[in-house]
């Protein structure tokens, strides 16, 4: 572990990334394309990619996981006592506060986001 230091306002998402075996030329690349849409893992060829970003100076880490089960334990990784996390209602970030995370939660359905 290690990156980015996160004091203050933070935020926390993860976006899936598609990965595979581009430029092999024993495989059709019509057919190499993932047809599986939504979330995946590393061993999928779909890993999640935890962003994590400092509002007070816009300083962005992205940190390739096998799956989102680790998010939360890289995020406390770099977290400073001061620091408040804001992340989505996604599952995997469930539980922060009781490893020690300050978090506020933002209901995509109801907002996007909420200003400092």
Known sequence: MGGIKLEGICEADEV????????VKD???RRRG???KGRGTYDSDRPP????????????????LRDM???VEEIRSRASE??????????A???PDSIGINY??????ERYADGD
Request: one cysteine or more; aromatic letters at 8%.
């Open 69 to 71: 089960s680790r998010a």
């Open 49 to 64: 990619v935890l962003t994590l970003v400092r509002r007070s100076d816009g300083m962005t880490e992205f940190v390739v």
């Open 93 to 95: 970030y469930d539980r």
């Open 104 to 109: 506020m939660r933002i209901n995509h359905s």
């Open 34 to 36: 993932l047809s599986v």
């Open 27 to 29: 495989d059709n690349p």
């Open 82 to 91: 001061d620091c408040v996390i804001i992340t989505d209602k996604y599952p």
């Open 16 to 23: 899936y990334v598609n990965s595979g075996d581009k430029g």
